[in-house]
Structures are given as C-alpha cells and as structure tokens.
C-alpha cells in the first residue's frame, strides 16, 4: 500500500505569510494527488486537483506542484478564512495526515 | 445542484451490523468512481474503501476488509456500505464522495 506523510503537522503562520505544506507518497503516484481544506464540522473541500490544477472557485493564491513522490502546497498570502486543516489524497486512496495551519 | 446524502448511522454495539446509503443527485453518478471516506472524532480523514462506475472493482483499506462491503445501485444513483463486526475503532463520520463533491456525513457510533 501507498502511504502519505505530510510536514509540517502543525503550523503557526499570520495573515499575509506564504506557508508551504509537504506531502510525500511511499511510491511514485505520478501526478495522482488532491489536496483538500477541511474547517471545523465540515466536509473537506476540493483545492487542488492532478497535484497542480486549480479546482474551480478555489482563489488563486492557492497554488500546487510536484510529480512522483513529493508535491507543495502553497498558499502565497495567508488569508483569515484560510486557517484550517489541510489533507493530500493518493487519488480516491490514502490521505496524508494532514496540517493544522493556525493563527500565530 | 450536486447533492450527496448519507444516511444509515447510529448507535451500534461492537459486534453489530450497520448499512450506510448515499443518494446523489446533479451530477452523472453511473460515470463516476464513488469512494467512503470516514473521521474519527478529533482525528484525520481516512479513506475506507471505493468502487468503479461498474461496479467491477472494490478497494477496501486492510482495516475493513472482510468486514465492510462497498456497493451501488446506478439505477438509484446509490451508493452502499454494509458494515459487519463493527469495533469501537469504527466509530466516526462517514463520508460518501466523489471528487470535488461530499455528502454532509453520517455519524457511526460503535459502542456498548
């Protein structure tokens, strides 16, 4: 089976920052990975899709890349409504752990 | 407007059975890999298992398998988990999705 590991766990950032999350596949997945946003309650929602495109809605200042076995996520100026835990997906398989991205 | 709706949970004691169901609407359900993903109370998502448009391959986390069948009724735009020999391990929201959309979750409590 694939596993998924993301770093960091957690991460203190404020508004306006560029924060980075890594997500890495136990094997190469190609360009097979989601990322998604999940709040408090919620279903998770759909950021990025084949490690790189921008799902629809999503802003722009959402940004993802990678091939293989390691894969970003980026967010290039944290907004308020960004603070949230974010999950990579092996498409429709395993998820990483995730990372909490809180208020500094 | 795409909607995905589960329903099925509850309070189960170990060893019970549960079936979950998802109905979709909005969206070309017969044409799409449809998947169960769960979270635990205070913890991360974890896929469960997933199913072709035909129905023709299943995939099952090793946790699960044995004890949870994945299924679906196109002609229903359904999507199905039977789930057997439930642990209180099993407790959690149980998602139906398909990327980008997911239902709203049902809650599965596995306790005596």
């Known amino acids: 089976d694939i596993q998924m590991t993301q770093s960091p766990s957690t991460l203190s950032a404020s508004v306006g920052d560029r924060v980075t999350i890594t997500c890495r596949a136990s094997?190469?997945?190609?360009?097979?990975l989601a990322w998604y946003q999940q709040k408090p309650g919620k279903a998770p929602k759909l950021l990025i899709y084949q490690a790189s495109s921008l799902q629809s809605g999503v802003p722009s200042r959402f940004s993802g890349s990678g091939s293989g076995t390691e894969f970003t996520l980026t967010i290039s100026s944290l907004q308020p409504d960004d603070f949230a835990t974010y999950y990579c997906?092996?498409?429709?398989?395993?998820f990483g752990p995730g990372t909490k991205v809180d208020i500094k | 407007e795409v909607q995905l709706v589960e329903s099925g949970g509850g309070l189960v004691q170990p060893g019970g059975s549960l079936r979950l169901s998802c109905a979709a609407s909005g969206f070309t359900f017969g044409s799409a890999w449809m998947s169960w993903v769960r979270q635990a109370p205070g913890k991360g998502l974890e896929w469960v298992a997933n199913?072709?448009?035909?129905?023709?391959?299943?995939y099952y986390v090793d946790s699960v398998k044995g004890r949870f069948t994945i299924s679906r009724d196109n002609a229903k735009k359904s999507l199905y988990l039977q789930m057997n020999s439930l642990r209180a391990e099993d407790t959690a929201v149980y998602y139906c999705?398909?990327?980008?959309?997911w239902g709203q979750g049902t809650l599965v409590i596995v306790s005596s």
């Open positions: 199913i072709k448009q035909d129905g023709s391959e299943k």
């Open positions: 094997q190469n997945i190609n360009n097979w």
């Open positions: 997906q092996h498409y429709n398989y395993y």
């Open positions: 999705a398909s990327s980008p959309y």
